[in-house]
């Protein structure tokens, strides 16, 4: 059962709007996310995080937004540019022993110039 | 030069044949990990070592056998692999486990004929 889940395999956005990649949760002692960017060819490169005492947390053009009750949570670009395309993950630390990351499958963002 | 290097890029290799597969990470980090990326599928946690001990082994076949000489490098040895074995692998490191972002090398493109 995964425990991440990227509901939407794609996403196709204008330049200069906003691009909105979810991501959802079933395990509600998940309490850290962070969100990977991955370029083909490329190893994911960390982006931002957001510990579960923050519903809001916001680095330039990125933001991330968690929704504890609802088990979600949302990465905003904004204003997004074509260099940003590229396929997102969502990850959160299992809280076991080791605290390894669980990670969704991944949303390809594609955003047209 | 990127922070967790890995070697080679590409392999294509028969079922009976025996690779290794090597990382390598410059950042000073105490824990690495080893992740296959099946198509349409999460990053797969498969090993974690952490100063330079085996923490976690998430269920992975005896056909892969790693090894971590010390916190820089971290080997994967390949022996009668399966053709569902092919994949991208891919290194990380970080400092410390958990909560910790990982810090990505670019993944050893893995063909099995």
């Known amino acids: 059962d995964q425990q991440v889940k990227q509901n939407s395999p794609s996403l196709s956005v204008q330049e200069g709007r906003i691009s909105i990649l979810n991501c959802d949760y079933t395990?509600?002692?998940?309490?850290?996310f962070l969100w990977y960017k991955k370029y083909p060819a490329e190893g994911p490169t960390f982006l931002i995080s957001i510990s579960s005492i923050k519903d809001k947390n916001e680095d330039g053009r990125f933001t991330v937004f968690l929704n504890k009750s609802a088990k979600h949570l949302s990465l905003h670009i904004v204003p997004s540019q074509p260099g940003d395309s590229a396929v997102y993950f969502c990850a959160a630390p299992d809280g076991g022993a080791t605290n390894k990351l669980i990670f969704g499958t991944g949303t390809l963002l594609a955003v047209q110039p | 030069e990127t922070g967790v290097t890995q070697t080679p890029r590409h392999l294509v290799m028969g079922m009976t044949n025996k690779k290794s597969l090597k990382c390598e990470q410059h950042?000073?980090?105490?824990?690495m990990y080893w992740y296959k990326q099946s198509a349409k599928k999460p990053l797969e946690l498969m090993f974690v070592?952490?100063?330079?001990?085996?923490?976690e082994n998430n269920s992975v076949p005896s056909r892969f056998s790693p090894e971590c000489p010390n916190s820089s490098h971290l080997f994967l040895h390949l022996h009668t692999l399966q053709p569902e074995d092919s994949a991208l692998y891919l290194c990380?490191?970080?400092?410390?486990?958990?909560?910790?972002?990982?810090?990505f090398g670019d993944g050893t493109r893995l063909s099995i004929l």
């Open positions: 070592y952490n100063f330079k001990e085996q923490t």
């Open positions: 950042l000073g980090h105490n824990a």
């Open positions: 990380a490191s970080s400092q410390g486990q958990g909560s910790q972002p990982q810090h």
């Open positions: 395990n509600s002692m998940f309490d850290y």
